[in-house]
């Protein structure tokens, strides 16, 4: 089955302890991205990638870093969680984006 | 910049009536636009889409039309279910700017039995 696979579902942290969220698509999608999701915010992208080894800033980056060193892997890495990251975040792929995204079923973040 | 509008919700309706949710949008040139549906606890979902002018887009008895003309892509449904209780999110990706989606705001949509 063709999808977008985030782990963990949910997580509680404390503020500081690194932590990555995973995100993995089977699709051999070029284009990944990271986004959260807040209530009143809407969805606000943090940072996507078009190829491996490419990256960039979306519009929320800061507290965050990305790698994609295979095509199939884009993992979200928060070096000091503080309890602002508290939020749902939907990781998404794309064999291009006038086609649409794909996403993933979404990881409930909470910082303590 | 280009962006996307969408109605403000919740929109609350009976099993049976007829669904309308507005978007209308800004952007240069000729955007490609989207539907997206969030069913609670998961992730959005491609409803449906269209790529130019005059396109109709339709899935699961949902449809929107692109009309250039008013910079609209409303969605419509002849007959909502309960099942159909869900965020609604417009979406468009620009023409120029192939790296960014530019998504609304949401639209939570209710169907009581």
């Known amino acids: 089955e063709a999808q977008v696979t985030q782990n963990p579902r949910y997580l509680i942290t404390v503020t500081g302890k690194k932590l990555t969220v995973t995100c993995s698509q089977n699709?051999?999608?070029?284009?990944m991205s990271w986004y959260r999701q807040d209530p009143g915010l809407g969805l606000r992208q943090i940072y996507y990638?078009?190829?491996?080894?490419?990256?960039d800033k979306g519009d929320v980056p800061e507290g965050y870093k990305v790698s994609r060193k295979e095509k199939r892997n884009f993992p979200l890495i928060l070096e000091s969680p503080s309890p602002n990251q508290t939020s749902l975040y939907f990781c998404?792929?794309?064999?291009?984006?006038?086609?649409?995204?794909?996403f993933g079923s979404g990881t409930r973040l909470t910082v303590v | 910049g280009d962006s996307v509008t969408q109605m403000e919700g919740p929109v609350t309706l009976s099993e049976e009536a007829f669904l309308t949710i507005n978007c209308t949008y800004t952007a240069t040139g000729y955007p490609s636009l989207f539907w997206y549906v969030q069913y609670p606890g998961e992730g959005l979902q491609l409803l449906l889409k269209?790529?130019?002018?005059?396109d109709k887009g339709s899935n699961k008895g949902f449809e929107a039309t692109y009309r250039k003309e008013t910079t609209s892509f409303h969605l419509e449904k002849g007959s909502v279910q309960v099942s159909d209780s869900a965020v609604y999110f417009c979406?468009?990706?620009?023409?120029?700017?192939?790296?960014?989606?530019?998504f609304g705001s949401g639209t939570k949509l209710n169907v009581k039995p």
């Open positions: 990638s078009m190829n491996v080894e490419v990256t």
């Open positions: 699709m051999n999608h070029e284009y």
């Open positions: 979406a468009l990706i620009s023409s120029y700017n192939f790296n960014k989606f530019y």
């Open positions: 269209a790529t130019k002018a005059d």
């Open positions: 998404a792929s794309s064999p291009g984006l006038t086609r649409g995204y794909t």
